[in-house]
């Protein structure tokens, strides 16, 4: 019977000897989303996972590894268990920026977004509307198409965002000027932002109005900088703005 005994807690030794504690992670390096969205981490181990934020100002995480971007800004979620660690950096941003690939299909746009919520024939795909949000900060985002080539993008964003707004396109554009012009007898501005100080050599552009659209919201413009000039940046002002997708 001692043998016996011996036996098994030899085997038993043996069997602890050969257990795997390492965590196996199936996800990105890095994980970047958008305010107010969730994630969950595909993330598996023989023993019991621990899942924390080091900055639950802007990140917090679940028991069952739901990662919540809680504010716009960065911190890391720690997988531990009893032997191991590992750390996921994850940045939230204020809101996911169109696609910049100007001149690109329709098809090419539905395999980045989807389906539209509807669209007007091939000129105008709509991606939220109504109460279905397109994501926490963006009420609706508009992609424009002449001969199936994508030439603009229009985000409608929160109006309560717009500190955190300037912020972003403060750190990520330059400031060049204001436009104004007269929509049914009210006086519109666009502020004009390039993707480089010098416009010359810019290759995005960037317009936002305030008190667009039925929620009175802001309006980001994305266009590319090379179809446009000072005269018809006024006709973005001035165009179908205040039509049927507003």
């Known amino acids: 019977m001692k043998k016996i005994a011996l036996i098994l807690s030899l085997v038993c030794l043996v069997l602890a000897s050969c257990k795997d504690n390492s965590i196996k992670y199936n996800g990105p390096d890095v994980i970047n989303m958008v305010l107010r969205d969730t994630v969950y981490l595909n993330a598996t181990s023989d023993d019991p996972l621990h899942y924390k934020s080091d900055n639950e100002r802007y ?11 809680k504010n716009v800004g960065s911190a890391n979620v720690i997988i531990s268990n009893t ?10 941003s204020l809101f996911e920026e169109p696609t910049l690939n100007f001149g690109a299909s329709t098809k ?17 795909y709509v991606y939220g509307d109504g109460t279905e949000w397109y ?11 002449d001969n199936d080539k994508y030439y603009e993008s229009d985000l409608y964003i929160r109006n309560d965002l717009d500190l955190l707004l300037n912020k972003y396109l403060d750190e990520n554009y330059f400031y060049f000027q204001a436009l104004n012009d007269t929509i049914d007898g009210e006086i519109k501005t666009l502020h004009i932002y390039f993707d480089t100080e010098d416009p010359r050599f810019a ?14 919201d802001i309006l980001l413009i994305y266009a590319p900088a090379s179809s446009l000039n000072h005269s018809k940046m ?11 997708v507003d």
């Open 59 to 69: 990140v917090t995480v679940s028991q069952n590894g739901k990662v919540f971007g």
């Open 83 to 92: 032997e191991n660690e590992l750390t996921i950096p994850v940045n939230v």
């Open 108 to 124: 090419y746009i539905e395999s980045l977004y989807g389906k539209p919520k509807y669209n007007f024939g091939d000129s105008i």
């Open 135 to 145: 994501s926490s900060s963006v009420w609706k985002m508009n992609f424009f198409f």
């Open 203 to 216: 290759e995005v552009i960037v317009g936002k109005q305030y008190n667009a659209g039925q929620y009175n």
């Open 234 to 244: 006024r006709d973005v002002v001035s165009k179908k703005r205040n039509q049927q």
